[in-house]
């Protein structure tokens, strides 16, 4: 093991190792048997957060959709959808950076340079949450003209604009993964989620409106991020990090090789993909009316449920997947893959068996008889979520392989093919006709991005056999070989 080497800041001496050192040395040794369990135990921590979070939710929902209806549900989804999308688009996700270069430094033992990819992350999430609240408020005129919003519908998308602008918890989010605080993580989303449902059922026994729900939509995600932000510099002052925003370094080369790269070229292949996951219910609403949409946000809160398994899955995996990969350990790196896809394959296939025999019963159940026209659009959307899962494992392995260029050209192209297919499927099939698209989008995904591993594992594979000697230096985050 390397020793902790203390390092110098402000003229002070730092163990940033803290009291627990390095996760990496336990994360990185782990055989096959370890590592499933280890993993296990991680989603176990992730699972029980997520399903308190979804069971309540969907109490949440029932409320909402007894008290709004189809059509009004649908307005609010739309507002919210809005506000996701706009700071998708212009907010740089900063999380994956974090985790992928942050491993490298860790293995190697460079604990100053974490610090200095950390305060960088904290800079661009501030200056990018602040400037998506803005232009999502601007772009409302536009976006209100395309959809038809009135000026009450416009009024709220100006006030969601709020949460918008508290978009700063993907570098803290990057560092708990990193440092693998799944526990601390995993109780955010049920105290929120009982909050939220605690303040809908007083809204509705005073008897209030669409506003006030609004005014909760608003409160969530605020909390959500401060939260996940005070935790995360609370680790980081446990284990000795003095860490602040570097705004200077936005203007200048950092010590990462390929870290703008990364950073664009990932945030690329996930703004084509949240895209398609927040404008397809714009587009539902602008061919369908409120009332579509508000079956289809159903519908979607439905698949979100299922489709979090893949999502806690990856948050799991990733930093291991990016430790092995910076020792090139490709027995394990293949190992947690193929255990990853297994787990999420069973939940995918799961959800479309439920969705096929019980979706009708948990949609009356949960909202009523108005809703009974989303019984068809569940069915599709189960088979798009299965797509979606089988890939869980590959969304980390390819970004932590470098192939993140590759992966925004595949993300382009099916995205591409998705916009092509909604305009033309929602039209005739109606809300059924997004979850065809979703299909579409997600079968090339998958067919491309298997493609796209496979041949970066023989070419890696290959190189390794040219060169059996074992390398003597650190360990360094260095390109795929080439291909």
Known sequence: MRPQTPHSEGGREIDCG?????????????????????TLRQIAHLASGNAAAIGIGMVTLALMAHMLGPA???LLAMVEAYGRFMDQVIRLETWQAVVRYGAASLEAGDKERFAELVGFG??????????????????????GDWIGWGAETRAMAGFYAIAV????????????????????????????????????????????SIWELLAIAIAAPCLQRVGLAA???????????????????LLRATSFDGLWAFILSANGAVLVRKSTQELDILAVGAVAGPIGAGIYQLVRKFTLAAMKAGSMLQQVVFPDLARMWARRDLHGFTTAIRQTELLTLG???????????????????????????????????????????AGSALRP?????????????????????FFVALYVATPALGVSGAGVAH???????????????????RRERAAMSAKPEADSDPPVLRPPAPG
């Open 439 to 457: 299909i579409i989008f997600n079968l090339l995904w998958l067919v491309a991005c298997l493609a796209l591993f496979a041949g970066a594992m």
């Open 347 to 389: 939940v995918g296939v799961a959800f479309v068996i439920g969705a096929v025999f019980a979706g009708d019963i948990a949609i009356r159940l949960i909202a009523g008889p108005e809703f009974e026209d989303a019984e068809g659009p569940l069915i599709v959307q189960s088979v798009a979520a299965l797509l979606f899962l």
């Open 18 to 38: 803290g009291g627990d050192a390095s996760p990496r040395i336990e994360a990185g040794n782990r055989g096959g048997r370890a590592r499933i369990s280890w």
């Open 165 to 208: 602008a508290f978009g700063i918890s993907s570098t803290p989010v990057g560092v708990l993964r990193l440092f693998e605080r799944f526990a601390v993580i995993a109780w955010i989303d049920p105290v929120l989620a009982v909050l939220r449902l605690v303040a809908v059922v007083l809204v509705w026994l005073l008897g209030g």
């Open 397 to 417: 392995a390819l970004m932590t392989m470098g192939l993140q260029p590759k992966v925004l050209g595949v993300a382009i192209v099916a995205g591409i093919a």
């Open 231 to 249: 935790m995360a510099w609370r680790e980081l002052r446990r284990r000795g990090y003095r860490v602040r925003p570097r705004f200077g370094a």
């Open 72 to 74: 009004l549900l649908g």
């Open 122 to 143: 904290i800079a661009l999430d501030i200056i990018g949450a602040l400037a998506a609240g803005a232009i999502a408020l601007l772009a409302i005129p536009i976006v």
